[in-house]
């Protein structure tokens, strides 16, 4: 009872926060069912990070941590391991994955966004990578998804970020991640649990500057000024706050498949 009630298993359309929240929303569903969708929003920067990569048709491998393990994950699968940004090397940084030459594969540890895609993949159901700039098609694709086959059901789980006790610190980017791609998900507003409903109001008010300023304008100054566009730029990675910010900027949707995300586009067959 308690995995349906937390799991907002009332709803088809669903919203938590982190690796927990992400364990409830699956758990409301019965081991195995395959009507199911999660939605990984982890916006500074790791689904932002997988939405560049993809872009230029590099498959991405998450992990969760960055030490022998990762290499040797990256070496089984002859892929680029992921630095620690400041090594100013092929990162977490969403500026390095869309400028580095030559890049087919790549390794990219993440202790949030990356935990959270494996292990809703090893629960079972499909998983997608979704940011802001591309939770349009995000949001095209999950409509589609739940349009052919009303016992699906989708989970958007919003990544957030660590505490240094390890707990997690709720993230507004990824509230406003995750709120863009529900509002995009056309005509099933009947189907949203009143957490999924917050979430998609967030990003509209985000969208809404207090000096004229609205739309992609308005979301770009406040994930600037939030606390971890803030802290990006201030260790000098203001350029992934930008890119970031790039509404709706990519057509194409990353799937988690043979645990890797590979690119999916309108039109081609999931």
Do not use: K
């Amino acid at each position: 009872m308690d995995d349906v009630v937390f799991g907002q298993g009332s709803s088809r359309i669903r919203f938590d926060w982190g690796l927990t929240g992400a364990r409830a929303l699956r758990g409301a569903v019965p081991p195995g069912d395959a009507g199911f969708l999660a939605v990984v929003v982890d916006v500074l920067s790791f689904t932002t990070s997988v939405s560049v990569a993809v872009d230029r048709g590099v498959e991405v491998f998450p992990f969760p941590w960055r030490d022998e393990r990762a290499a040797d994950h990256a070496a089984r699968h002859q892929a680029t391991l992921a630095r620690a940004r400041s090594e100013r090397d092929v990162s977490l940084s969403p500026a390095s994955l869309r400028d580095a030459p030559g890049l087919a594969r790549v390794v990219l540890p993440s202790p949030n966004g990356s935990t959270i895609s494996l292990s809703l993949a090893e629960a079972g159901g499909a998983v997608v990578a979704a940011c802001l700039r591309n939770a349009a098609a995000v949001g095209a694709y999950v409509r589609r998804y739940l349009d052919e086959d009303p016992g699906r059901a989708v989970a958007v789980v919003a990544g957030g970020e660590r505490w240094p006790d390890g707990s997690l610190r709720p993230a507004v980017e990824d509230l406003w991640g995750a709120g863009a791609v529900i509002a995009a998900i056309v005509g099933h507003d009947d189907v949203l649990s009143p957490e999924a409903e917050v979430a998609a109001t967030a990003f509209r008010s985000a969208c809404v500057g207090p000096d004229g300023r609205d739309g992609p304008a308005a979301l770009r100054y406040r994930l600037r000024r939030c606390v971890s566009g803030r802290e990006l730029a201030d260790q000098g990675f203001g350029a992934d706050v930008e890119i970031a910010a790039e509404l709706d900027g990519s057509d194409v949707v990353p799937l988690l498949v043979d645990g890797r995300f590979v690119g999916h586009r309108a039109g081609e067959p999931r």
